[in-house]
């Protein structure tokens, strides 16, 4: 147990000294979070709208104020051709357009169903599908309208169902909400898993492995060396993360910042694990990084719901993320972080990466032979 | 009981056999050098003795313990000092030392003496504090040496420990060797410098992974007890070479400095022909000198006949 001590020690000097390693540990995650929590939004707004108004009737333009008011949608042009559209959509110069028929007023006075048509660009798919939710709502809530004017005062509403929806845990759904937790269970695998990939085998690059290897030193105490202060770098790392996310980014956190830690350090647990195995099979650090990013890291990314939901996934590869400790981190965080919940109702999770992490480490340990055969 | 038994040890890496049935035994408190061009297997012997390496086949002990059986046990009673600098370049000299005590298990007193003991030894007293990437390479090879040796081994392997450093330091470093073997320290070196190898007790010639010649320095140059070697000295010594190296009465010749070694036939004395062959070709010679044979010309020799009887 006192190895681990010099071992801990010796890193610390090591990284005391290394120019490089400052930025790596402490500004990196900052600077990812920052463009991960900005950039990777799916928010849409001020969406580009076409309108071909081909009534020009106050009505249409109620309408028309009514989407160049909403935060959602700026008009950036009015025209009364229809073949407009096709090219404002093809230069990218619009997103959508609202095609507002010319009998629109007159129908609209005369209390008679109208057609307004909404086009939009599905080649982004995502903005589309937002813009276009955003555009019903906007006609729905004029619909409505119209129609309590219409109604004498005091009479029933009939025939119409009034949906109420109440959002949970992010009221206004915001994607950032959503995304910065999950860009800290990102950023701590990214750093963590690195550094444990460069750690055994950098010392195997410069010799000094082989001089360890002569020593008593035990093939435990070599791996809990290491973990111990890469661990505390991750530590420090999750709390500056949380504590961006909590006083830059606004990101309520709702449940238990103990637990989140308590938490967290099993994830690092992960990740560190995942980097010295990685280490005992790489030969020197280029072949390390390559096999922590190409081989793990980029399918832990795609797998672990952090970008697509694993329920839409295909039947076969659902399985597959459960060998993900991503996965299970990202229920933990996002359960912390945005619904206030705790250990009653992702313990489930919390065991099976605990369970992940001590067998890639038991792995990792055996892989580091003190003498090769 | 020899430091080292060694009983047809071997190593394959695949198809390449690195180390090909090797057996010797290396007795308590004598310097034991192996002595071999790069890729003899020397290296990989070295390691199979310290357990770093599995031996493929054959068994050795250090200090009575089984390398293959034990590893751990003989790491505890050994330092080495591998041909690479392994000291960590961003430690001072003094972390170094503190470090690899604390490896070795040793105490804090006892670090503390023991690193007293190494600055004394390496010449580093007040470079304590110095970044062993800032140390030359004489410092860097005595600091690794004293490392090597903190927790009192008494067996030391030692692998090219002198490579890449001036004659100045590997004068200091082998006068520190020659030390550690005073106080009863067997040491175990492997180097490719002939010069070092006058340092050793008994030598072991490695070529192709066998052991080819082993004794003392001056029993390997008896193999040249039934030949005489002559030195030659003339102003144009690769003409002489070619026309002296068809004598019948010539073994073969080597370019020796500026000068030719000319070995005759075993028994033969007679440097007659060789002067009436250049005498001939108007080649001027300055007096023949019958010569001592240098560990080199053992070793050239060895190889040569190993060559030889391989093909």
């Keep these: 147990m006192r190895r681990v001590g010099f071992l801990v020690r010796k890193e610390f000097q090591e990284l005391r000294r290394n120019p490089r390693m400052f930025p790596v540990i402490f500004i990196a995650p900052v600077l990812q979070l920052f463009v991960l929590g900005y950039a990777a939004t799916t928010d849409v707004k001020n969406v580009p709208l076409m309108v071909v108004d081909a009534d020009r009737s106050a009505a249409s333009r109620d309408l028309i104020a009514r989407f160049d008011g909403s935060p959602y949608f700026t008009v950036v042009g009015v025209t009364t051709d229809d073949a407009d559209i096709q090219r404002a959509i093809e230069t990218r110069q619009a997103w959508m357009a609202l095609s507002i028929p010319p009998e629109y007023g007159e129908m609209v006075g005369r209390g008679q169903p109208v057609t307004v048509q909404v086009v939009t660009d599905g080649s982004d798919s995502n903005s589309a599908t937002v813009g276009m939710a955003y555009a019903s709502t906007l006609i729905a809530e004029r619909a409505a309208e119209l129609a309590a004017a219409r109604r004498p005062p005091g009479a029933p509403r009939l025939g119409s169902i009034d949906a109420r929806i109440r959002v949970w845990f992010n009221p206004q759904l915001l994607s950032l909400h959503f995304m910065v937790p999950g860009v800290l269970a990102l950023l701590l695998m990214i750093i963590t898993t690195v550094l444990g990939a460069m750690a055994i085998v950098r010392e195997k690059e410069l010799g000094t492995l082989e001089q360890l290897n002569v020593t008593p030193l035990k093939r435990w105490e070599l791996t809990v060396g290491k973990l111990l202060p890469f661990g505390l770098i991750g530590m420090v790392d999750v709390i500056l993360v949380v504590s961006l996310a909590v006083l830059w980014f606004e990101i309520p956190l709702r449940g238990s910042f103990p637990l989140l830690f308590g938490l967290s350090l099993v994830y690092l647990l992960c990740t560190l694990s995942l980097g010295l195995f990685v280490s005992t099979i790489s030969h020197n650090q280029q072949q390390a990084m390559m096999t922590a990013v190409f081989f793990f890291m980029m399918p832990m990314i795609y797998l672990s719901g952090f970008i697509f939901p694993i329920e839409n996934m295909p039947a076969i590869i659902q399985p597959v993320t459960y060998l993900i400790p991503l996965r299970y981190y990202l229920v933990i965080v996002r359960g912390i972080f945005l619904k206030g919940v705790g250990l009653e109702s992702f313990w489930k999770d919390a065991l099976l990466m605990l369970g992940w992490g001590v067998t890639v480490l038991a792995l990792a340990t055996m892989r580091s032979k003190k003498t090769l055969s | ?311």
């Design chain 2, 1 to 311: 009981m020899p430091a080292v038994t060694v009983r047809e040890l071997t190593r394959r890496f695949g198809a390449f056999l690195a180390v090909d049935r090797v057996s010797f035994d290396v007795e308590d408190g004598e310097i034991f050098g192996f002595l071999g061009s790069n890729g003899a297997g020397k290296s990989t012997t070295i390691r199979m003795l310290c357990g770093l390496l599995k031996p493929s086949s054959g068994t050795a002990t250090v200090g009575g313990i089984d390398v293959e059986r034990d590893p751990e046990g003989v790491k505890r009673r050994i330092g080495y000092m591998s041909q690479r600098f392994s000291l960590y370049e961003l430690l001072t000299v003094e972390e170094n030392i503190t470090f690899f005590g604390g490896l070795y298990g040793l105490d804090k007193r006892r670090i503390a003496a023991r690193r007293a003991f190494v600055l004394e030894m390496a010449g580093l007293k007040g470079r304590e504090k110095t970044l062993t990437r800032d140390l030359a390479g004489g410092w860097r090879q005595r600091l690794a040496l004293g490392c090597a040796i903190l927790h009192e081994p008494s067996i030391l392997f030692l692998d090219e420990p002198t490579g890449g450093v001036d004659p100045v330091s590997r004068r200091q470093f082998w006068q520190l060797i020659d030390r550690l073997s005073g106080q009863g320290v067997t040491v175990f070196v492997t180097t490719h410098y002939l010069d070092e190898a006058e340092h050793c007790h008994r030598l072991a010639l490695m070529h192709a992974g066998r052991i080819a010649a082993l004794g003392s320095v001056a029993e390997l140059k008896q193999i040249f007890r039934e030949r005489a070697v002559v030195e030659v000295r003339t102003g144009s010594p690769m003409a002489a070479l070619r026309a002296l190296d068809d004598l019948p009465t010539v073994e073969k010749t080597s370019p020796f400095g500026t000068a030719l070694h000319v070995w005759l036939k075993p028994g033969i004395r007679d440097t007659g022909p060789l002067r009436t062959r250049l005498d001939e070709l108007g080649l001027p010679a300055e007096p023949f000198e019958f010569v001592q044979p240098s560990l080199e010309d053992v070793f050239m020799d060895v190889v040569a006949r190993e060559e030889a009887a391989s093909s």
